[in-house]
């Protein structure tokens, strides 16, 4: 299915948001996640389930000062 991560379509064959991160690559537990313009907590990843067109963002710190 079609998703946009961070602004660029993707084509993923999962469907929970953790599996999805997990096929995109982003694989640190250091992350924060917003589906269609919602937090989603990392507790909540595992149940969260995508559709075609979500819409997620992924965030991650950044060092320095």
């Given at each position: 299915m079609q998703i946009t991560v961070n602004a660029q379509t993707h084509e993923i064959s999962t469907e929970t948001l953790d599996a999805a991160?997990?096929?995109l690559g982003f694989t640190?537990?250091?992350i924060a996640t917003a589906l269609n313009g919602q937090f989603?907590?990392?507790s909540a990843r595992e149940a969260t389930v995508l559709t075609a067109g979500d819409r997620l963002e992924v965030l991650a710190p950044m060092q320095g000062g």
């Open positions: 991160l997990a096929e640190s537990p250091a989603v907590p990392a």
